[in-house]
C-alpha cells in the first residue's frame, strides 16, 4: 500500500519560511516523479515544484528563487523548503508521487495547509 504523508504546514507571516516534508511508504522516492502540488481558495490545483527520478527539477515561475525541492533518499522523502513566502502562497499543498515507464501511477497525500498572513 502507496502512502504519502506531508507535514511541515501552517501559519507563518509574510517573508518567512516554512519546510515541507512528504514521507513515502510502498514506493522509492528516487525511481519517481516527486511533486508538489497546491490549491488555494478558488484556485485549481497547480504544480509547483517536480523532481525526477534523474536529479531535473522543474518550478512553477511564481516560486523560482524561493522554493527548494529535494529529497532524502535515506529517508525516502521529499521536502520543499519554501523561503519568503507571500500571501499568494497561501493554500493546501499536495505531495505527489508519478511512476516512470509507459504505464504511469499516481499517488497523492492528503494535503498539508499553509497559510502566509500578517
Known amino acids: 500500500q502507496v502512502q504519502l504523508v506531508e507535514s511541515g504546514g501552517g501559519l507563518v507571516q509574510p517573508g518567512g519560511s516554512l519546510r515541507l516534508s512528504c514521507v513515502a511508504s510502498g514506493i522509492i522516492v528516487s525511481s519517481y516523479t516527486m511533486g508538489w502540488y497546491r490549491q488555494g481558495p478558488g484556485n485549481q490545483r497547480e504544480l509547483v515544484a517536480d523532481l525526477t527520478s534523474t536529479g531535473n527539477t522543474h518550478y512553477v515561475g511564481s516560486v523560482k528563487g524561493r522554493f527548494t525541492i529535494s529529497r532524502d533518499n535515506a529517508k525516502n522523502t521529499v521536502y520543499l523548503q519554501m523561503n519568503e513566502l507571500k500571501p499568494e502562497d497561501t493554500a493546501v499543498y499536495y505531495c505527489?508521487?508519478?511512476?516512470?515507464?509507459?504505464?504511469?501511477?499516481?499517488?497523492w497525500g492528503q494535503g498539508t495547509q499553509v497559510t502566509v498572513s500578517s
Open positions: 505527489n508521487g508519478k511512476s516512470p515507464g509507459p504505464n504511469v501511477y499516481e499517488y
